[in-house]
């Protein structure tokens, strides 16, 4: 289609020119004519559209930007406590986003309301407030009782669809922002780890359920697709080891790259990259993984927050090399991340000392200011996307 566009434009242009040669030339009324300069001035560049989040971005630390691309977690619900959390980062700089667990969730929609409110610092400027809300296996909110995982694998899009919408309303009462509910693996089989947890057991059923998912929850919380590249092509279980395939770039996209291009398609906000490996396209954990950040973002056309999983697990994999959290956020954020999350064998020390590593990192020359803007920008769009729809 695309060569016959070419070859008709290129007939065109031909045309033309013949045309143009064989028109009569009027004469001049001036031998000099032909070498007076234009009058008109060249036009001016247009100006860029403003980029608010750029703007704040730019009026902002390094030590801010540091914080605003950790999310962190203590355990309790607590008011004070929480909130205390949230000004633990260096030099009275606030982290960016927060993630629920069941420790934080009371007993009602209201008591997680009271958290949430703690959590948030300004109003005009939130925090991204997440949770792991699947339904069925994955389900923080006791309350929900909406099926989840093998239990949408039996329903059509427009049902899940349905399901989701309702999920997500369940998560906004309680004042979270972010869902991480929305398993885009594919299942190598039904022995597979997350198989109880993805939508769908093969690519094309995965993609129709994601992108209702997508739908589903649009304008009420952010979606979040995970876990890039994709769980199921790869054997074990990423909370306690790094699994590996040797899955080839050909036969990723086939198959387990077409839920995530579906839901990136549909308009997810979020993209959580796993902690595993596709050895044929790069031996690191995709989460560490330049490589696969490059194919998310430029390939499948992904703009909006990459985020890690928790960085905890790669910690507690027994592999040396992963075993301190502020290594692996610096790691995390060069290849591309612009959030980094942590949440097993974290203290409330943790996240202060992850902000001070990127911040020393960005001293030293191993990150790149302009990544770490990069990223701040990319997490500061959605925050003030959040602020708007309050």
Request: glycine share 8%.
């Amino acid at each position: 289609m695309r060569a016959r566009v070419m070859r008709g434009v290129l007939t065109a242009a031909m045309a033309v020119c013949l045309l143009a040669a064989c028109a009569p030339v009027a004469p001049s009324s001036s031998p000099s004519a032909t070498r007076q300069p234009s009058s008109s001035a060249p036009s001016p560049s247009p100006t860029p559209p403003p980029d608010p989040a750029a703007d704040a971005v730019a009026r902002m630390s390094v030590t801010e930007q540091a914080a605003s691309v950790v999310m962190g977690h203590i355990s309790g619900t607590d008011s004070a406590a929480l909130r205390a959390y949230m000004r633990l980062a260096p030099q009275g700089a606030a982290f960016g986003g927060f993630i629920l667990m069941g420790g934080n969730i009371g007993a009602d929609a209201a008591q997680v309301r009271a958290v949430t409110d703690a959590l948030t610092l300004d109003a005009a400027l939130p925090p991204l407030i997440a949770i792991d809300e699947e339904g069925g296996v994955v389900t923080r909110l006791p309350w929900d009782d909406l099926p989840g995982g093998r239990g949408l694998q039996a329903l059509d899009p427009a049902q899940t669809e349905q399901v989701f919408a309702q999920r997500a309303a369940l998560v906004a009462e309680t004042g979270a922002d972010v869902n991480f509910g929305i398993v885009a693996d594919v299942p190598a089989d039904a022995s597979s780890f997350i198989a109880s947890r993805a939508l769908g057991i093969d690519p094309e059923s995965a993609s129709s359920r994601v992108t209702a998912a997508v739908s589903g929850e649009k304008g009420v919380v952010l979606s979040t697709l995970k876990h890039f590249p994709g769980h199921g092509a790869a054997p074990g279980d990423s909370h306690h080891s790094i699994p590996a395939t040797s899955m080839t770039m050909q036969q990723w996209r086939a198959g387990a790259a077409r839920p995530f291009v579906a839901g990136i398609d549909a308009d997810a906000e979020l993209l959580m990259f796993g902690h595993l490996a596709y050895t044929a396209v790069d031996p690191a954990p995709a989460s560490l993984s330049k490589r696969w950040h490059e194919i998310a973002r430029d390939e499948l056309g992904f703009d909006g927050v990459m985020i890690t999983d928790d960085l905890g697990m790669l910690s507690g994999s027994g592999i040396t090399e992963y075993g301190d959290p502020v290594a692996n956020a610096v790691t995390a954020l060069q290849a591309g991340n612009d959030m980094v999350l942590m949440i097993a064998g974290s203290t409330a020390e943790t996240a202060p000392q992850m902000v001070t590593g990127i911040v020393d990192a960005v001293d030293d020359g191993r990150l790149s200011a302009a990544r770490l803007r990069d990223a701040a920008e990319h997490v500061m769009r959605l925050r003030m996307q959040v602020a708007e729809q309050r």
